[in-house]
């Protein structure tokens, strides 16, 4: 008897497969496969023209707000000139030593309170993980002032962080999403390769850095590329934290140099494709680890 053929189908693991039997659709050509082309291609649209924008504006000699344009019609690169001339490559540099600092000991913070929050237990322990996450639900404005003032005279030690890198870093070191988004994923590390490494005397340290960090790879991509975002996109602390316009992040800087009227739209342009530049690389060198620890999640069971 010949063997029975079957259809040609889609591995059932894959996430094309799964996708495409939610929303109903067919691999074969027909409406289906028709309807998904012009969603994609509005998409794409959607996100990825604005951005062309912005590139073609930055590299035209005569940019103008009411004529965008996906190629430049007079190349140059006058507008990064002038951009020199306004500073913003000072204040690009300040917005990258802020964004790394700030990371960095976002990163480290968010670890080994993870590390506390998930694998260890201790009185009071849902008291800190709410007062964590309430902190994501208090607006930069209310806290806005307040910070201001302790900035300006730090408790206890009764010095001024204004005007220095501190006083951006210290405050976005800790970001309850991150801390979170890595308790939560240290928590499905099964129990039993900490109880294995114990067993072989295995130290508090070690087991962190060797042990539980290594498997949390996906979840540092997440926070790596959010934490990123989330410093770099400040605008009201490197405001109230600067004594001078020297001391701005190209955030700020950028703001300010929109008012002012002898600036042209190129010269904003080409600081925008600036601003934009760093977030795509972090993006782009990430996203491998940023999609493995969001969908995690969902492929468990």
């Known amino acids: 008897m010949s063997p029975t053929r079957t259809r040609p189908y889609p591995p059932s693991g894959s996430a094309g497969a799964r996708f495409d039997t939610a929303l109903g659709w067919s691999p074969r050509l027909g409406p289906n496969m028709v309807l998904r082309a012009v969603l994609c291609v509005l998409v794409f649209c959607i996100f ?9 504006g930055a590299f035209d000699r005569n940019s103008s707000p009411t004529d965008i344009s996906l190629l430049p019609k007079t190349f140059t690169l006058q507008n990064f000139e002038a951009a020199a001339q306004q500073g913003l490559w000072g204040y690009l540099l300040n917005s990258l030593v802020v964004a790394g600092g700030g990371l960095l000991l976002q990163m480290t913070v968010s670890v080994f309170a993870a590390y506390s929050l998930s694998r260890r237990k201790f009185r009071g322990q849902a008291l800190v993980l709410l007062l964590v996450l309430m902190t994501m639900m208090l607006p930069e404005e209310i806290i806005g002032i307040p910070l201001s003032l302790v900035l300006g005279d730090l408790p206890l030690l009764g ?65 790596g590329i959010f934490g990123f975002m989330m410093v770099w996109d400040q ?29 042209g739209p190129g010269v904003l342009l080409a600081g925008a494709l600036m601003a934009m530049v760093p977030s795509l690389l972090v993006y782009l060198f990430l996203q491998r680890s940023m999609i493995r620890g969001i969908t995690s999640g969902a492929t468990k069971g």
């Open 235 to 263: 605008y009201l602390l490197p405001l109230i934290a600067a004594n001078d316009p020297g001391d701005y992040t190209l955030t700020v800087a950028l703001s300010v140099l929109r008012n002012d009227t002898t600036v």
């Open 159 to 223: 010095i001024s962080l204004r005007g220095t890198v501190l006083a951006v870093i210290l405050p976005v070191g800790i970001w309850g999403f991150s801390i979170f988004i890595m308790s939560e994923f240290m928590k499905e590390i099964p129990a039993e390769i900490e109880e294995a490494a114990r067993l072989d005397g295995v130290g508090e340290f070690r087991m962190l850095f060797t042990i539980i960090l290594p498997l949390c790879k996906p979840a540092l991509g997440v926070i």
């Open 48 to 56: 990825a023209l604005p951005f062309a924008a912005i590139i073609s």
